[in-house]
T-cell receptor, first 111, second 113 residues
Framework: TQLLEQSPQFLSIQEGENLTVYCNSS?????LQWYRQEPGEGPVLLVT?????EVKKLKRLTFQFGDARKDSSLHITAAQPGDTGLYLC???????????FGAGTRLFVKA | DSGVTQTPKHLITATGQRVTLRCSPR?????VYWYQQSLDQGLQFLIQ???????AKGNILERFSAQQFPDLHSELNLSSLELGDSALYFC????????????FGPGTRLTVT
C-alpha cells in the first residue's frame, strides 16, 4: 500500500518566520501535487511537480520534488497570516491511475 | 472558483436515512472523484469515474454508491446513514485520469443526527 507521510502535522509560527513542510513516501510517484485547504472549503491546487529534482516557485512558496520522486518539500518564506491553512500533498502512482493524499500539515501563522 | 459545483452545501438528516449528493465537474473534465473528510482528518478517497465508467475505488463502504451520468455529472448515494458518516464530502474533477491535477468543489457538509 502506498502511503504519503506529511510532517509536521501541526505548525504554529509567528508572521515573518520561514518554514518547511515535508511529504515522504517509500514509493515512487509519477507526479506530486500540493494543495492548500481553508476551513470548510475545498482544497485548492498550488502546484504540480513532475521531474525528479524539480523546483517550482510560487511567490513566497518554493516546492521541490525529490531526485528519486519519492518525496517533496514546501518551503514558505516570511510567512503571513494569509498562509494559514491545511497543506496537502498528493502523489500520483506510476501507473497514473491513482492519487494518494497525505494527511496534511495544519499551519497557523500568528500576526 | 474551481468551476466544480456541489449541491447541497449542507445536509442534516437522521440515522438510517438515505441521501444523494450531486456534483457537476468543470467544463471539459471527464473524471470525477469523491472524497470524504471527517473532522480534522485528511481526505479519504472514495471512488473515481472517468467518462461514465468506474475507474478506481478507495475505502468506500458498501452502503455508499456512486455513478456518473452521460452529461458527466455525478451523484454519491449514502444509505443506512450512521452518526460516523457525518463529514465533509468533496467532489473533484480532472481533464483525464489520475495523472492530471484535480480541481475540488466547495463540498457538502453532511450531519447525521
Amino acid at each position: 500500500t502506498q502511503l504519503l507521510e506529511q510532517s509536521p502535522q501541526f505548525l504554529s509560527i509567528q508572521e515573518g518566520e520561514n518554514l518547511t513542510v515535508y511529504c515522504n513516501s517509500s514509493s515512487v510517484f509519477s507526479s506530486l501535487q500540493w494543495y492548500r485547504q481553508e476551513p470548510g472549503e475545498g482544497p485548492v491546487l498550488l502546484v504540480t511537480v513532475v521531474t525528479g529534482g524539480e523546483v517550482k516557485k510560487l511567490k513566497r512558496l518554493t516546492f521541490q520534488f525529490g531526485d528519486a520522486r519519492k518525496d517533496s518539500s514546501l518551503h514558505i518564506t516570511a510567512a503571513q497570516p494569509g498562509d494559514t491553512g491545511l497543506y496537502l500533498c498528493a502523489g500520483v502512482n506510476t501507473g497514473g491511475f491513482k492519487t494518494i493524499f497525505g494527511a496534511g500539515t495544519r499551519l497557523f501563522v500568528k500576526a | 472558483d474551481s468551476g466544480v459545483t456541489q449541491t447541497p452545501k449542507h445536509l442534516i438528516t437522521a440515522t438510517g436515512q438515505r441521501v444523494t449528493l450531486r456534483c457537476s465537474p468543470r467544463s471539459g473534465d471527464l473524471s470525477v472523484y469523491w472524497y470524504q473528510q471527517s473532522l480534522d482528518q485528511g481526505l479519504q478517497f472514495l471512488i473515481q469515474y472517468y467518462n461514465g465508467e468506474e475507474r478506481a475505488k478507495g475505502n468506500i463502504l458498501e452502503r455508499f454508491s456512486a455513478q456518473q451520468f452521460p452529461d458527466l455529472h455525478s451523484e454519491l448515494n449514502l444509505s443506512s446513514l450512521e452518526l460516523g458518516d457525518s463529514a465533509l464530502y468533496f467532489c473533484a474533477s480532472s481533464v483525464g485520469q489520475a495523472r492530471y491535477e484535480q480541481y475540488f468543489g466547495p463540498g457538502t457538509r453532511l450531519t447525521v443526527t
